[in-house]
């Protein structure tokens, strides 16, 4: 639940930096407080996931960003699911609109209302009409008081997100969204899941978290390689590792960018060639899985 006080300054906040006219000029990604949101993954997630048997895996922890790290992992059948970013915005996004939409649209409807851009007039329509009525009023009033302030710019209007994709793409890196029956299959296991936000970067997981069958830093190591030196990323990883994961579960530490091949780095335990995800055994014996 978010304080009614910290609802006011989200607000307040998002839009004075994507409803004013300043902010047309800002494009870009933005790690801040109030950075933009992913529309969707951009990772190819279909891959990743499908390296992982999360037959006996009840519990994750994955940054929000899109929303579509955890809700791949709610279709896979995990129940519990923590989720951080640095961005509140992310909340408001994946947890206020997505996640409902998914409960309340049909598939053919979730894809129409989120190709391209979701707040295209005719979209804004739709989502006040159908995925506003039913989110909880805490996400309600942020966005209605958000659509209200874009109204007032005219037809050139910023964007809350770092980059929209086609429905292609869309349905090319998400297992939920192969077709029909698997958003179906996510629908069904939502009923069921527990999913959490919390406001934080990777710095802190190690304190705020417990421990968890699966963890997706997504592409937080790549973003950091240039700001930070190697070791200090390290060590963040190693942490992560020690005290959040649990025996026997795995953690994905990078991520594989769409269909593209990415190098691997030389971040984890001091190896040469360091898959992007790695398996904790008993004695603390690391085991990485190759590429299938």
């Avoid at 998002?14 to 990772?43: M, P, Q, W």
């Avoid at 527990?194 to 990777?202: E, H, S, V, W």
């Avoid at 994961?245 to 269909?259: A, F, S, V």
Wanted: charged share 25%; glycine share 4%; net charge negative.
């Amino acid at each position: 639940m978010i304080e009614v006080s910290q609802r006011k300054k989200d607000i307040n906040e998002v839009i004075k930096k994507y409803c004013s006219s300043s902010s047309l000029k800002a494009i870009g990604y933005d790690y801040s407080e109030y950075g933009r949101a992913y529309h969707f993954t951009n990772e190819h997630l279909i891959e990743l996931y499908n390296q992982i048997d999360f037959t006996n895996y009840q519990t994750g922890l994955c940054v929000l960003s899109s929303g579509d790290h955890a809700f791949n992992m709610i279709y896979k059948g995990i129940e519990q699911i923590d989720t951080f970013d640095s961005s509140r915005l992310t909340e408001y996004y994946a947890l206020g609109i997505k996640k409902t939409a998914i409960e309340v649209l049909n598939y053919r409807e979730f894809l129409t209302l989120f190709s391209n851009s979701l707040f295209r007039n005719e979209n804004e329509l739709a989502l006040e009409k159908y995925v506003l009525s039913c989110t909880s009023e805490e996400y309600k009033s942020f966005w209605i008081a958000f659509l209200e302030a874009r109204k007032k710019l005219g037809e050139e209007k910023p964007t809350i997100f770092t980059i929209c994709r086609d429905v292609g793409i869309i349905r090319g890196n998400n297992l939920y969204l192969q077709s029909e029956s698997a958003y179906n299959r996510l629908k069904d296991n939502l009923k069921y899941a527990r999913l959490t936000y919390t406001n934080a970067d990777i710095t802190a997981v190690s304190n705020i978290f417990g421990t968890y069958n699966v963890i997706n830093l997504s592409n937080i190591i790549s973003v950091l390689d240039s700001y930070v030196e190697p070791a200090v990323i390290h060590n963040m990883i190693k942490i992560i590792y020690d005290h959040n994961l649990n025996q026997n579960g795995e953690m994905i530490y990078d991520y594989k960018y769409m269909e593209d091949v990415i190098s691997d780095d030389e971040y984890f335990l001091g190896v040469d060639y360091a898959p992007k995800i790695i398996r904790k055994l008993a004695g603390d014996e690391v085991a990485c899985l190759q590429k299938r």
